[in-house]
């Protein structure tokens, strides 16, 4: 049997809907482990996570396998010592169209810009450039956008973006297609870059602090 | 005055997570359709209480409440003198009545 805590932290979820019972359960099994608290909102990005894939990853033109429309969830928690902080890292992935892809549908001006200088370059044969796929990523993550086009959707990527901001430490990635956004509120970094070859699917990771100052009472 | 009181967590679910009923066992659709419109339709005066559950998400907060707006036809001005949210995080209070002036614009 394996011991380490690298391998028997680690915590597995897998489903097709948005199931706050499953979160729930993971997150109250860390918490008889440890005495440290994560980070209010945890539950609450979590599961905007779970109904982003249930809402946008798989299109019903989707080439997915049914039985491979889903989420995978893995967490793995580190607990704090006296020599260095605790982390939760929490990684949600899909194998889905990815977030931009559900966005190409209602391009803007300097994004139909974007998208015809990727194409030029391909056309050329200069190699590939990644902007539109990019300039969509960020813009998903930093405001609210949905591919429904209805302004009161698209709020889950900007309250993901928000709840790292508050760790002050947290680390937010997202890794969709053939790009990647990063959040790293300590380094004042919040970018988006191309990533080649592009990625299948879309996989969100935090890492969240858990520092002994925020032991529980 | 008629008074109702709801608690989430009590007479919903502890675990209110999703905004439309296909999205799973608790969203916010059916929140607002089965418990929160009609009380405000029946009652002079509704507290929510969201003290109690695991949290909630933008999709939940924002179906449940902005949809009163949208899809339920109640007013600002009547959801200002008759909705009271109780909720020991204040920014879940701040997101709700967010979302339902961002209703009232669209």
């Keep these: 049997m394996p011991t380490h805590e690298s391998v028997v932290n680690w915590r597995y979820l897998t489903g097709t809907h948005a199931e706050g019972e499953k979160i729930a359960n993971l997150l109250k099994s860390y918490q008889e482990q440890t005495s440290v608290a994560p980070p209010e909102g945890l539950y609450d990005v979590l599961n905007e996570a779970l109904i982003n894939v249930r809402h946008h990853a798989y299109p019903k033109d989707t ?88 302004p ?36 004042n970094v919040s970018d988006c870059i191309s990533c080649n070859p592009a990625f299948p699917g879309t996989l969100i990771l935090w890492s969240i602090p858990l520092e002994r100052k925020e032991l529980a009472s | 005055m008629t008074t109702k009181h709801i608690s989430i967590a009590t007479d919903f679910s502890p675990y209110p997570s999703g905004r439309y ?4 066992p608790f969203p916010g659709q059916a929140f607002r359709q089965d418990i929160l419109a009609p009380a405000l339709r029946d009652f002079e005066e509704v507290t929510v209480d969201l003290d109690g559950t695991n949290g ?33 995080r204040q920014s879940y209070e701040m997101r709700i009545w967010g979302y339902i002036d961002e209703a009232v614009l669209h």
Excluded at chain 1, 85 to 96: M, S, T
């Design chain 2, 56 to 88: 909630f998400g933008s999709s939940f907060l924002e179906e449940a409440f902005g949809g009163l707006i949208r899809e339920e036809g109640f007013s600002l001005d009547m959801l200002k003198r008759r909705l009271h949210i109780k909720s020991s």
């Design chain 1, 152 to 187: 009161f959707r698209g709020l889950g990527l900007p309250e993901m973006r928000d709840f790292v901001l508050q760790t002050n430490t947290g680390r937010l990635y997202i890794i969709s297609g053939a790009a990647q956004y990063s959040c790293l509120p300590a380094d």
């Design chain 1, 63 to 150: 080439l997915v396998p049914e039985d491979m429309r889903r989420w995978w969830l893995f967490a793995r928690f580190n607990e704090p010592t006296d020599s260095r902080p605790g982390n939760l890292y929490i990684a949600v992935y899909d194998i889905g169209t990815g977030i931009q892809n559900s966005l190409r549908v209602k391009l803007q001006a300097d994004e139909i810009v974007s998208k015809v200088k990727d194409e030029l370059v391909k056309w050329l044969r200069l190699g590939r450039t990644y902007t539109l796929e990019s300039l969509l990523l960020k813009r998903a993550v930093e405001h609210p956008r949905s591919s429904t086009g209805l």
């Design chain 2, 21 to 24: 009923r296909d999205d799973g």
